[in-house]
C-alpha cells in the first residue's frame, strides 16, 4: 500500500500537501516534533502521526518505513539543514522511497552570498545524489504572504520586496498541494 511521509506536517506547506493527499484518499503520515492540538487534529483526520526530529537518524528512518513517497520541509531559521538532508536521504535510501518532494528556495545556488541559500543548495545536491527522483520546489514566495504586506500595499501603494525590475512568481499554497504541485508524489502514487 502507498503512504506518503510529510515533514513540517503542522505547517502551512506540509499542511496544505496533506489537505490535498488526504483529498485524494492518499494514506499520509506525519512527521512532528511533539503530539499537540495541531498534530491531534490531523490524527482526527486520518493522518498516522510519529513523533521525531529531523536530526535524529533513527527516528527519520523509522518514520520512512514503509513510505513510497516523501515531502521534506526544514525551517530555514534553524540550522542544521545539511546533517538533517544527509540523515534524511540516507533513511530514504534504506527504507526503499520512490521519490521526494523537497521544499527550497529560489535563491538556492552554489554562489548564494547567504549561507542559508547556499545550504539549500548544498541539500538539494545531497538529495540528487540518493538515486532517489527528487522534485525541488523553488517558490520565490507564497501568495498568502501577501497578507503580512497589506498594510504597506494600501497604504502606500508598495509591494516592499527586493524584485527590482523582474515580475515575481508566487505560489499559492492550496495549488502547490494539488496534483502536479506535488510532483513526483503524484507521479509515484497514480
Known sequence: MKKVLITGATGATGGNAIKK????????????HKVD??????????????????????AVSAALQGITAAYFVFPIQVPGILEA????ALAAIEQGVGAIVNMSQISAR???????AQNHWIAERLLDRSGIPVTHLRPTFF?????????SIRERNMFPLPFGENTPSDVELAR???????????????
Open 21 to 32: 493527499l488526504l483529498e485524494l484518499k492518499v494514506p499520509v503520515r506525519a512527521l512532528v
Open 37 to 58: 492540538e495541531r498534530s491531534e487534529k490531523l490524527s482526527s483526520q486520518g493522518v498516522e502521526i510519529v513523533r521525531g526530529d529531523l536530526s535524529d537518524f533513527e
Open 85 to 88: 538532508t544527509a540523515f534524511f
Open 110 to 116: 552554489r554562489i548564494a552570498k547567504s549561507h542559508a
Open 143 to 151: 501568495a498568502e504572504w501577501l497578507m503580512y504586506l497589506s498594510e
Open 176 to 190: 502547490f498541494a494539488a496534483p502536479g504541485g506535488l510532483g513526483e508524489l503524484d507521479r509515484t502514487l497514480t
